[in-house]
């Protein structure tokens, strides 16, 4: 079992900066794909960023060149730096964990271990 704890979020004006981080418990050896994903109201969760332990990464085309996944391995944090928000951006953001490798990294049904959520509001 993985267990993933997310913190980081919070309101913000449009142009902000925020930094998302996910703690990770449990299973973290060997090949693992990791991913944010976000669910805005009356939306469907969709994949925004992801990684995993080959060191490959994705992103979702609406927020490339401003968002960057992480990892911090020695704390065994999964972390997305946010840069120049958007309101469209406004979500419920969630972490996300595979134990397997992933054809596709932001697809929502490949992975079984979630988070929480954090919220991110942003005003114009």
């Known amino acids: 079992q993985m267990q993933l704890v997310e913190s980081g979020g919070g309101s913000v004006q449009a142009g902000g900066s925020l930094r998302l981080s996910c703690a990770v418990s449990?299973?973290?050896?060997?090949?693992?794909?990791m991913a944010w994903f976000r669910r805005a109201p009356g939306k469907d969760r969709e994949g925004v960023a992801a990684?995993?332990?080959?060191?490959?990464?994705s992103y979702v085309d609406s927020v490339k060149g401003r968002f960057t996944i992480s990892r911090d391995k020695a704390k065994n944090l999964l972390l997305l730096t946010i840069n120049n928000l958007k309101p469209e951006d406004t979500a419920m953001y969630y972490c996300?964990?595979?134990?397997?490798?992933?054809?596709?990294?932001?697809?929502?049904?490949?992975?079984?271990?979630w988070g929480q959520g954090t919220q991110v509001t942003v005003s114009s």
């Open positions: 996300a964990a595979e134990r397997r490798w992933l054809t596709f990294l932001l697809i929502t049904d490949d992975y079984r271990y």
């Open positions: 990684i995993d332990t080959d060191g490959r990464s």
């Open positions: 449990g299973y973290t050896d060997y090949r693992y794909a």
